[in-house]
């Protein structure tokens, strides 16, 4: 019988420390109430309650936790179908609010974050949709953010997973990308060949400078090469005469002039003299000696 006792006894005081011992788990805040009435959020670690009288109503995890937005047809602003899927996430910071506020604050979240999302989707174009994604997540985030402070959560971000536009639209999207593709394209063929068209009258222009910058030096080079041959004959018959009168001052060269100005005399008369096979023979020969004796005059003055 005292067994019995102290059994029942020793089961009481283990059910009496289990009352009244809690243990929460970091990162977790627990809600006790009070005969019903919300008395006191316990911290992570040891906490100790009346057992009988206190009881944990709600466990919070404090986690950011993500939720998965179920997907939804949003009508944009020219019309379209657009089905919309996305991922919110979150986080309770008041374990009180999210305990008393909201009979189901994830529910309510999702909610409002179908109804934010064909809002902001109704707002926007079809195209746009796709191109202004982190708009929408934030018009989305700012919206909920607002509610979703009574029910004690805070929502961190809102990420678009995908946007699905019907068939039709997405056949008509790809040929408008095939033929924008295609487009450019053409612009790129018609630039190369607008380009190698350039670079080809480049090159001729260049050759045709090239080649006159060529004709001009041969012309400057045949030039000066005419006159330094011009020059050096002139030279070389200014010498020669230069010889040919220091000769003359020689003894005997006034003979030697007279002998070799008579030969020229008669080699001149001997090639005036042939035409037409007919010889012509001066009225009077005497004239040579005339002739000779003129030009001995003219080389004394020169002398």
């Not at 911290?43 to 009881?55: C, E, K, Q, T």
Request: neutral net charge.
């Amino acid at each position: 019988m005292l067994g019995s006792v102290t059994l029942v006894i020793f089961f009481l005081a283990i059910v009496f420390v289990v009352q009244t011992v809690k243990v929460v788990p970091q990162q977790h805040a627990w809600v006790v109430e009070r005969l019903g009435k919300y008395h006191a959020t316990l911290a992570p670690g040891l906490n100790i309650v009346v057992p009988f009288i206190d009881r944990v109503a709600y466990k919070h995890i404090l986690k950011e936790i993500p939720l998965d937005v179920p997907p939804q047809v949003c009508i944009t602003k020219d019309n379209t179908q657009l089905q919309v899927d996305g991922i919110l996430y979150f986080q309770i910071t008041d374990p009180m609010r999210a305990s008393y506020g909201s009979s189901n604050y994830i529910a309510a979240i999702t909610q409002l974050a179908q109804t934010t999302l064909r809002s902001v989707i109704g707002k926007m174009e079809l195209d746009k949709t796709f191109e202004e994604r982190d708009h929408i997540n934030t018009a989305i985030v700012s919206a909920i953010d607002e509610s979703a402070e009574n029910w004690g959560v805070k929502v961190l971000r809102y990420e678009i997973k995908d946007l699905t536009p019907p068939k039709e639209i997405l056949h008509a999207m790809q040929a408008q990308i095939t033929a924008e593709r295609e487009k450019r394209a053409l612009i790129a063929a018609s630039e190369g060949r607008k380009q190698e068209q350039i670079n080809i009258a480049t090159g001729e222009r260049e050759a045709a400078i090239a080649r006159s910058e060529g004709e001009k030096q041969a012309s400057i080079n045949g030039a000066e090469g005419q006159a330094a041959a011009i020059l050096a004959i002139a030279e070389a018959s200014a010498e020669a005469i230069r010889k040919t009168a220091a000769a003359i001052q020689q003894p005997g060269g006034e003979d030697a002039v007279n002998l070799k100005v008579a030969e020229q005399y008669v080699d001149a008369f001997g090639k005036l003299a042939k035409t037409n096979n007919s010889i012509i023979v001066p009225a009077n020969l005497s004239d040579m000696s005339g002739l000779i004796a003129s030009a001995l005059q003219v080389i004394k003055q020169q002398k």
